[in-house]
């Protein structure tokens, strides 16, 4: 064998460093965008903040905030905390403990159990326990891992930690856990409970009332009862012992607000995080100074034109942004008065033809970006759909098809809920052509359980 190289011609398409940086500077939300520009500030001494143009946009966009507040405030499809109605509801949530959970439960077993093995084996268990509370490991392997031989010892401490508070907790599967939580919170009907927990837990999930009834002769109001008590248990033990995750604050790229005629609608872009950049001045006169030298020349002129290009890459993403935004308000106007059952459909090459950019450079400025609306908060992606056909001349979108089976759904009759025939001949009624497998998949999507489970 003889190495030799063999020099071969191919195209490949390279992006010029300018159209890298804007495809970057495109792609970040707003709140990436503040990250990336306080890097390049950083990086480029010749780029700085403009504080004087900083301060007129964010006071503007303050009146505009302002302006948007109060009229969410006076839209009927919002709901606000008012101070009064859900005082008693934040009173009834669990508080969660600050301590972890396996130190509370080895608190409880250290004043339960003094000998050492009998510590060991509480321990080990303790420690083994998932995020949600359950023991995932039989005794038998907690016996085998430990070399202790003596299984019964291990289903005592078991037995012990089971016994801790919360109630449920090292138990190794659901049934065990409700059964746990029945012993030691509901002694009176604690012999019911046990016998619907351990043969009719399927049952119950899909609302058999009337089979449960008839199999233990208990009437169906006293089957409901206990239901009630057993979907009041906690499936996950260890819930409000566990750390709340750190809230996470969607800050919106596009902010749309009603005029005050109540008819037309303003669209403005959120800049008011996002500072106002300009190369500095004294840098600039540097390059007309006789007395710096060729190198330091250099430096500035590739500096000077890196700050160029950063500013430029910023605006045009504004430009970009603002374009799909108006495009959005012109062709959704009747989701902007009606709410989300008015979507049309829209998908990316309808917006990138009205604005004359391409599809990708479209999908790029409308990812994990928000849009700040009359109806709430959403991503921009909420706007595209594809349509349905409807009759000959018309389409409507598949995400307003979901919007009025959710609206239907959440409407019907909950002793007689409708199917999915039902819910087609509906649309049917309506000019609307969908398939029945169509009906059930949107359904699905929406987490809407079938006919036969959303009986009450």
Do not use: W
Not at 48 to 75: C, F, P, W, Y
Not at 121 to 126: K, N, Q, R, S, V
């Amino acid at each position: 064998m003889r190495i030799k190289l063999s020099p071969s011609q191919i195209q490949k398409q390279t992006l010029a460093p300018i159209m890298q940086q804007s495809i970057e500077i495109l792609l970040l939300p707003i709140t990436e965008l503040n990250s990336a520009i306080e890097q390049e500030l950083q990086e480029n001494p010749l780029l700085e903040v403009d504080d004087e143009k900083t301060l007129s946009e964010k006071e503007s966009l303050d009146a505009l905030i302002e302006q948007r507040i109060s009229q969410i405030k006076e839209s009927p499809f919002e709901n606000f905390y008012d101070g009064t109605i859900d005082d008693e509801i934040m009173e009834q949530k669990p508080i969660t403990r600050s301590a972890p959970l396996e130190d509370y439960l080895l608190e409880q077993l250290r004043f339960e159990c003094d000998d050492p093995i009998e510590l060991e084996i509480g321990e080990f268990i303790i420690g083994n326990l998932n995020e949600e509370g359950y023991l995932l490991l039989s005794c038998e392997e907690i016996n085998e891992t430990l070399h202790i031989n003596n299984i019964t010892l291990v289903e005592k401490i078991l037995s012990k930690v089971q016994n801790f508070d919360p109630p449920g907790i090292a138990s190794r599967n659901l049934q065990e856990c409700l059964l746990n939580q029945v012993l030691y919170r509901y002694n009176g009907n604690s012999i019911l409970l046990s016998k619907l927990i351990t043969e009719f837990l399927t049952e119950i999930s899909k609302k058999k009332y009337a089979d449960i009834a008839r199999k233990t002769k208990l009437s169906i109001e006293k089957v409901k009862q206990l239901t009630e008590i057993i979907a009041s248990l906690e499936p996950k033990p260890a819930r409000n012992f566990r750390p709340i995750t750190e809230n996470i604050y969607i800050k919106p790229d596009i902010i749309i607000t009603k005029n005050e005629d109540n008819k037309n609608f303003t669209v403005t872009i959120n800049k008011k995080h996002v500072p106002q950049l300009r190369i500095n001045k004294i840098y600039q006169r540097m390059l007309h100074n006789p007395n710096s030298t060729q190198e330091e020349q250099e430096f500035i002129r590739e500096k000077i034109k890196n700050a160029i290009l950063f500013i430029r890459s910023i605006e045009q993403r504004h430009q970009t942004i603002e374009n799909i935004a108006n495009y959005i308000l012109e062709h959704q106007r009747d989701f902007f008065f009606q709410g989300s059952t008015a979507i049309k459909p829209m998908v990316l090459r309808d917006v990138a033809q009205s604005i004359d950019r391409n599809e990708s450079t479209v999908s790029r400025a409308i990812n994990n970006k928000y849009i700040d609306t009359p109806h709430g908060l959403l991503p921009i992606k909420f706007f595209f759909s594809q349509g349905l056909s409807k009759c000959a001349n018309s389409d409507i979108s598949s995400r307003s098809m979901k919007e009025e089976l959710k609206d239907l759904i959440m409407n019907e009759n909950k002793s007689k809920p409708l199917s999915d025939q039902e819910i087609q001949n509906y649309f049917e009624s309506k000019d609307m052509k969908i398939a029945r497998r169509t009906i059930s998949k949107y359904r699905q999507n929406l987490n809407i359980l079938p006919s036969h489970l959303r009986k009450e």
